[in-house]
């Protein structure tokens, strides 16, 4: 099965159609393998991303750099899978 | 074995004990609840839904509930086999669900993906599209709500096949939507289509794919500002009401778009629970409070359809 060690979610706020452009460069380059949760979105939605941990550095800088604002919903994606898994097997086993 | 019940509407289940499930509900109430096999998924599993309804007759006006269409929007399915189990404890006990199945029948697909849904237990939790293989590409699946014949490869799609919005080659070329299509044009009279997604707390009707208003959108943001505030008076979650393409983005080839544009007045699409902090990894504590307050809503909009069949 797909491990996601070290993988993020990072919840971007975007503020008009400014920043959401600014954010659509980073979302539409191939180069960070993101994984778009939840995409921009025309009431300013906050949007968010699975950003690979190998791609976190850079992702951040850009975010940085662009004055986005965004916070880490999901520290550890792989610790939520696993718990999700466990539960799963021991309400199979009950 | 039956009196038992020991499925755990709290927890995720695997595709057999979801459909272990249905058939037990099918069962437990065989005047109310039938399992019928709609067509099967590219890998050739069933595709099942469950039939509610009171009175014989092949037309009777009905409602039409997906789930699970994007395989990783876990919440979806796991309140849709909630919902079945409420429609047939409630019957005949709660006037609502008693008066709308004496005048509808009420289909539900638990599993609109049963391939994607699979591979999300098996190899990967993430993957959202069919499992189709492309002709042309090492990437694999189409995007099943992009794939509808409405609007079909318009804005809010992507022609390669690796994007997670890929529309497919043609419209209905994924098989499982068009079993779905197949079903509900040869049944002929459903009046509500309504679809469960994660997460963004939404809900949304016509169109997806064009910033034009659809003509009935006044009736249809009453009826969704009224299910939203039914929602809402559970547990206090707010949900965001509007048309698909300007709550969000331009979305084409969408199911709601297609449902609405084949005649299916009452068209809506549930974007559910959305706390902060899981994404599509909602613990399983909250399935059943997710569930409760979204068939406030489910219930709002049958009702309303209940007294405006057309």
């Given amino acids: ?94 | 074995e039956r009196s038992n019940n020991n499925f755990n509407y709290g927890a995720y289940h695997s595709l057999e004990a979801i459909y272990h499930e249905m058939d037990n509900i099918a069962g437990e109430f065989p005047d109310l609840a039938h399992r019928l096999k709609i067509g099967h998924s590219f890998e050739n599993r069933s595709m099942y839904v469950l039939k509610f309804g009171t009175a014989e007759g092949r037309r009777r006006p009905a409602v039409w509930l997906n789930a699970g269409i994007h395989s990783r929007e876990w919440i979806s399915q796991a309140t849709a086999i909630w919902t079945a189990r409420k429609i047939v404890s409630d019957y005949g006990k709660d006037p609502a669900i008693t008066s709308i199945l004496e005048k509808m029948d009420i289909f539900l697909l638990p599993v609109a993906n049963p391939d994607g849904y699979v591979y999300t237990q098996t190899k990967n939790r993430l993957w959202r599209k069919t499992r189709s293989l492309n002709s042309r590409s090492p990437c694999i699946g189409a995007d099943p709500n992009r794939n509808w014949n409405s609007s079909f490869a318009g804005a809010g799609t992507s022609n390669n096949p690796c994007s997670e919005v890929y529309h497919g080659p043609h419209a209905n070329s994924e098989v499982e939507v068009k079993s779905v299509v197949d079903f509900i044009q040869q049944h002929g009279n459903f009046k509500c289509f309504i679809d469960l997604h994660s997460y963004s707390q939404l809900l949304m009707y016509p169109y997806g794919y064009t910033v034009n208003k659809a003509p009935d959108a006044e009736e249809l943001d009453e009826v969704a500002r009224c299910a939203a505030k039914a929602l809402a008076s559970l547990s206090g979650t707010k949900y965001q009401v509007g048309p698909i393409c300007t709550t969000v983005y331009p979305a084409s080839g969408s199911s709601t778009d297609w449902a609405y544009d084949n005649g299916i007045k009452y068209a809506f699409t549930f974007e559910l629970r959305d706390t902060g902090h899981y994404g599509f990894l909602l613990p399983a504590n909250q399935i059943i409070p997710t569930a409760e307050e979204t068939w406030l809503g489910l219930k709002t909009i049958m009702e309303h359809v209940r007294d405006h069949l057309y």
């Fill in chain 1, 1 to 94: 099965r797909e491990k996601f060690f070290g993988d993020q979610v990072f919840r971007i706020n975007v503020r008009g159609g400014d920043e959401i452009s600014k954010l659509s460069q980073l979302l539409n380059s191939d180069n960070f393998k993101l994984d778009v949760w939840k995409s921009p979105s025309a009431f300013s939605h906050p949007v968010d991303v699975l950003v690979p941990s190998v791609s976190l550095q850079p992702v951040k800088s850009f975010l940085k750099s662009q004055a986005l604002q965004y916070s880490v919903t999901i520290a550890d994606l792989q610790a939520l899978l696993d718990k999700e898994d466990e539960e799963m097997q021991h309400n199979e086993g009950q």
